[in-house]
Structures are given as structure tokens and as C-alpha cells.
């Protein structure tokens, strides 16, 4: 066992995207777990879009992340001690281990504890935060009925992979929305998407009209901005707008401007929601058993972008809003 | 019996709210009921704003008036002629019998039958579309709970002055907003407001934190515009925004720009709806029985502004949006 604990700290407030220059790299002594507390070495770290809220000081649904810490993260590990009897020794566990070889923390950290229904590095995707993201908003804000059209952006992401992928099982027909023509292709071959459009080229909004002409009856959306303008007037009526993020606008400190909306919430009588998945804790084990019930099904697919060593965690969120990354983003430091 | 029938025609399509000019008045025959049709006589003739959107010719929930016909709205007549064993002459009812003395219409016109359960005009607003928008706009949209506080524009109107007593007979804390010093007063006094505020004057915004520094629960929206953009940064965490109109926008031609909402949908985890009170049906009785109860038990206040004569339906839609009524607005034509 190594004597140093390499952690990435926020050092700088991000404007919008954090950057690499928001993070430095340290090491300092592995830490002491005290009465209670877990020393759990690090395997993979998540690398997610919800950092940025996490790291902004604007007001959120979570405290931001303290400059000079380091940075929150999810991750997976294994337990090289434990003061507490809840926990064991050699035990792989899925949490709040933030960005950084070693984490001393207390039980309530743990997400999750690893199965073997799925590879360890899922527990961090299709079992973690995505995959219940993906699950959880689809389901309980979206609530697709067999038939129906789910319009998905970010749609070869971690999480907008796992909706078209969700969408597909539960009898529904998925469309998606994506960055570039590589990930279009992905779509429509490893994901289930009846339809996916690159929304920076051509007429994705024409080609929807065509190819859902009763309109979208749930929009998943984790963009925001201009494409949400133009699905939110391709909804149907009685449709469902499921907010999971806001990836394309770069910053929130001036409140852009966009069209108004509230006559075509009116007119088609949409269902407009925020979704953030720690509301929804009482429903995870139900949609760990379905998705892992997928898994072993063969019905979903696992698609990992895994960097090797802590050095790529400063710039991987900002390549995440770039769309650099090729299903769920991980980085190996075991 | 009079041998004319004097209407009310929309002459030419609306820019935005329909004013005096966008319609005629003319005189022509009584008309016969047909087979199965019903001959009523009008006495109150309903003023409404969602008249504005029935006359625009932008899509809709609803068909646009036909230009040359009599301008489409609720009445409460009495049945001279029947044709359908399902009518009996003599009876008053409540029905889609347009700005005119008399209508022939099918069955199907009718919305509903009156009751002695409150005075006739009270079919046209406590037990009509008003009452039934108030009550399950409130209930099925908002769904709010006892010690919630409910937030609602044009809190004087025909509707808002209903919600607010409504959320005052089920527990909770309305609070409202409207267009003059003389409406707060009635708000507070009549309506059973617990804080009322003239959006024209003031910063109702801080005075909303101060009386709400929890947030808002429930904003029941009449308005759209820039005080939904202040409410809507007002709310708590899981509020519910009802949007049942948008009275403040002028037009939707060219659709007008406000600040981004899907950051603050997303991160309060708001859920908004677009409510349109003939999609629920189901629970009308419901409604009408406990609006009906609550009116016996003196818990209701009936507020009428009652015109007289046909020739005031032409400018009282624009009237409607300047604000000049006190309570629900009818015109008496018996």
C-alpha cells in the first residue's frame, strides 16, 4: 500500500464548465479512518455533467464544493479499513469518495455496495448515478406508455444511452439527439433509437416533424436552451418535459433570454419537471433490479470511456461538455 | 317573444386581444330548432379571456370562431322550444350558447343544467367554467396541502378569486396578486387573502419573500409574463406552477423573449402545467357538489359585475384585460 494519497482539488471557483486550471493535483499522507469512519481505496472515479453544479458557488440543490478540498466525486473502491460494524474489510462499495486515491469517510458516504450482477466499473454507470438518473426520470417524471414517442439530447451520453436504452425495453420508441455523426450511428446501432439526429448539422427539427408528426409525448432533456425551444414545440398534447440537465447553456450567472413558453405549456398541456435523482432514494433498489435484470438479459448495453491515472480528472469534465467522451466516463486509478 | 335576434359577430380576426372593432352587432330572424335541437333564450351572457384565444386564429386547444358568426361564449338561458325528448321547455341551462338573445343548438351544447343550488348568473361563473378552472386547476394541478401557500394572479378575477378562496377553505395560505389598490383591499377582505399585493406599485417580489421566506407551494398562473418569470424564482423546492392563462402577453405573433426558466425548473424541481379545465371532466360534479356546499355554508362570496344589454359585449373582453371588472363579468340580455 502506497504512503500517498494523490487527491484533484478545486483550487478556483469555475466560471460556467470546470476547467483544468479550476483543479490542482496534491499528495498528502494516505488519512486515518477514525471511530466509525472507512479508509476506502479508490478503483474508478465518475466523471459526471452534475459536477459543475456541485462546483458552482450559485445556488443549487447541493452546497457547493469547498475551494481547497477535493472535488466531489462518486466512485468506486475497495475497503482497506473499517471502524465501522457495518462495514467489511475487502469490501467493494459504490460513494461519495470524491476525486482522489484515498477516501476517509463515515458510512453515510456509501451509494451502494457492489454486487456481482454486473462488472465493477457499472456500479459507477448502469447501477450509479446514470443509470438511476436515466430509470428514475424516464419513469417516475416522464412515464412513457408503450407506443409512445421518447425524444432524448445528449442521447449517446451516460445517462441519455441508458434512456434510449430504458425507452426501447419498456415498449416505447426512442429518438435521439446527439452531437456528432459517429454518436448518431451509435444511437441507431447499440442503442435502440428508432431515429437520432446530429443536432449541429441539418435540419433535426424538420426530420422530427416527419418522424414523429402526432409529436414527442416525453422529452428527456439534459441540454436546455435552443434545442428545448424546439422540442418543447414538437411536444404533444398531454406531453412530458423531463429537465436533467442544462449542458448547453455555458453559464446561468446572467440569465439568458429564449423564447416564452407558457402558451405552449398552456395549449398542449405539458407536464414540465426538474428531476434530481436523490429525491427519488425509495424507488433505487427497484430500478437496480430492473436494470440488472437488463443486463443479464442482454437488453443493455454496457459502454465505458475509461482514462487511466488521476492526471486526466482536471480536464474530463470539461471534454464531457465538449462531448468528447464515448458512453459513461470513468478513470482508472487502482 | 321578440320576432329578432340580435348578435354579437366577430367580423375580423383579432391582433392579440379582441377589441370593440373586431366585431358587429346585427338582427336577424329567431331561428327554428331543428330535429333534435333546442331553441334557448339567452339572460347572461358569460365574459371570458379564453374568449381571446377562441377568436385567434393560432393553433389552439380549440377551433377559432368562424369570421361573420355570432362570437362563440357561455350563457345561462331558459328553453323556449325543444325538440329533444332529452330537454324540457321551460328549464334554464348553462351551455355554449354564444353573444346573442337566442340560440339554436344540439344537445351537446350544453354544459350544464341548473340547479336552485345558487342563484341563476352563479351557474355562469361560481358553477361554470370559472368555478370548475378554480377548483380543479387548484386541485388537480396544484394539488396543494393544508399550510401550503398559494400564490395567485389576477387574484380579484372571475377565477383568481376563487382559487383563493378555495385555498383558503382547504387550509392553505393564499396570497394575491392583482392590478389595484381597491382589488387588494378586496382580496384581503373578501376573498380571504392572507397578504394581497398591486403588481403596478411596489416590490411585491420582496414582499412575497417576506411573506413567504420558505417559497411559494403553489402559483396558480393567470398571467404568463414578467410575473411569472419573479414567481417562478420564488418557489420551493417541489412547487407546482398551474398555468391556466396568459393575460399579461399581449400577443404570441411574434413570440416574446424572458429570462430561462429550465435551470430553475431543474434545480427546484418544479413541476409546471398547462391546464385547460375541459380536459377534466371527469371530476366536474366533484367540483360543482363541493363549490355547491361550500356556497351554502356561506364559505363562498359570489362577486358579479353584471352589465345590462347586448351592445356591452363587444368592448367587454378588452375590458376584461385592462382590468376593469369587480368579479365575475356578465352582460343580462333577458
Chains 1, 2 share one sequence.
Request: charged share 20%; net charge neutral; with cysteine.
Amino acid at each position: 500500500m502506497p504512503d500517498r494519497n494523490r487527491r484533484v482539488l478545486l483550487v478556483r471557483r469555475p466560471a460556467g464548465i470546470p476547467q483544468p486550471e479550476d483543479f490542482g493535483l496534491d499528495a498528502v499522507a494516505v488519512p486515518e479512518p477514525g471511530p466509525g469512519e472507512i479508509l476506502v481505496r479508490n478503483l474508478y472515479l465518475s466523471v459526471d455533467p452534475a459536477q459543475r453544479g456541485w462546483a458552482s458557488a450559485e445556488a443549487n440543490y447541493s452546497q457547493p464544493v469547498p475551494l481547497g478540498g477535493p472535488m466531489r466525486a462518486l466512485a468506486v473502491g475497495i475497503v482497506v479499513r473499517s471502524n465501522s460494524p457495518e462495514v467489511a474489510e475487502g469490501g467493494f462499495l459504490y460513494g461519495w469518495f470524491g476525486w482522489q486515491d484515498y477516501a476517509v469517510v463515515p458510512v453515510s458516504a456509501i451509494f451502494r455496495r457492489c454486487t456481482e450482477a454486473v462488472p465493477l466499473s457499472a456500479h459507477a454507470g448502469l447501477l450509479g448515478l446514470n443509470g438511476l438518473t436515466a430509470h428514475l426520470g424516464l419513469t417516475e417524471l416522464g412515464r412513457p406508455r408503450p407506443g409512445e414517442t421518447v425524444l432524448v439530447s445528449t442521447a449517446a451520453g451516460a445517462v441519455g444511452s441508458l434512456v434510449g436504452q430504458i425507452a426501447r425495453n419498456l415498449g416505447c420508441r426512442p429518438l435521439g439527439l446527439t452531437g456528432d455523426d459517429a454518436k448518431v450511428a451509435r444511437c441507431r446501432e447499440a442503442y435502440g433509437y428508432a431515429a437520432a439526429w446530429n443536432y449541429r448539422s441539418g435540419d433535426w427539427a424538420e426530420a422530427l416533424r416527419e418522424e414523429a408528426p402526432d409529436g414527442v409525448n416525453v422529452y428527456f432533456d439534459n441540454v436546455g436552451g435552443p434545442i428545448l425551444d424546439t422540442a418543447l414545440r414538437r411536444m404533444a398534447v398531454a406531453g412530458r418535459i423531463v429537465q436533467c440537465g442544462t449542458a448547453s447553456v455555458a453559464s446561468w450567472t446572467e440569465v439568458p433570454t429564449g423564447p416564452r413558453v407558457e402558451r405552449e405549456i398552456l395549449t398542449r398541456r405539458l407536464i414540465w419537471s426538474g428531476f434530481v435523482v436523490l429525491d427519488h432514494k425509495a424507488r433505487f433498489e427497484e430500478a437496480v433490479a430492473q436494470l440488472s435484470g437488463w443486463y443479464a438479459e442482454g437488453r443493455i448495453l454496457l459502454d465505458e470511456d475509461v482514462s487511466e491515472g488521476i492526471e486526466a480528472a482536471p480536464g474530463a469534465i470539461a471534454g464531457l461538455y465538449r462531448g468528447e467522451n464515448r458512453g459513461k466516463r470513468l478513470i482508472y486509478v487502482g
